[in-house]
């Protein structure tokens, strides 16, 4: 059901019904004005919200299903969502919300050159921010193995001093 024959569809219904849970603020929240949602912690989310709603646990999943009901995100360094009719308090506003007819073309490929600049720069941003990580992670591998080098140093110290 789209939310055409009067109730709202049943993925608006449960994705407000998950936002509006005050019980899961830490994880996904409204916004102080309400009228966008923000998910605050995607492995959680994905993790312990979605198999509760939903027949699956995948994160990308639901980012689409959100961009067919014309959701869009609001903050490119945050998962915050907006649409004009998902609104804290006005429910009833979600028997508005309609999934996008899909694109029946031979170019259903190609999109403005806006939205396509918009996915460049994030997909930039994610391999600039993938990169970093790695960095880190390979600086916190060689701490480890620093601090396993010393503890083991410092534990044969006190076998020796043990034995004396």
């Known amino acids: ?8 569809a049943p993925f608006l219904a449960k994705t407000y019904e998950m936002v509006d849970d005050v019980a ?8 102080q004005n309400g ?9 959680d989310f994905a993790r312990d919200l979605l198999p509760n709603y939903f027949k699956h646990n995948n994160f990308s999943s639901f980012i689409r299903q959100l961009n067919t ?4 995100k609001i903050d490119p360094d945050q998962w915050e969502f907006a649409n004009e009719d998902f609104i804290r308090g006005q429910r009833h506003l979600l028997k508005n919300i309609h999934r996008r007819k899909p694109i029946h073309s031979h170019s259903a490929t190609q999109m403005p050159d ?4 918009e996915f460049e ?3 930039e941003k994610l ?5 970093s990580l790695q960095s880190k992670i390979e600086t916190h591998k060689q701490e480890n193995q620093a601090y396993e080098f010393r503890n083991h140093s410092f534990y044969a110290f006190g076998m020796n001093i043990k034995g004396s």
């Open 35 to 43: 009228d966008s949602f923000v998910v605050w912690n995607p492995p």
């Open 127 to 131: 391999k600039l921010d993938n990169g």
């Open 24 to 31: 899961t603020n830490d994880i996904v929240s409204w916004t």
């Open 121 to 123: 720069n994030e997909i």
């Open 69 to 72: 009901y014309g959701f869009r």
């Open 1 to 8: 059901m789209d939310g055409s024959q009067g109730g709202p």
């Open 114 to 117: 806006q939205e396509r600049e």
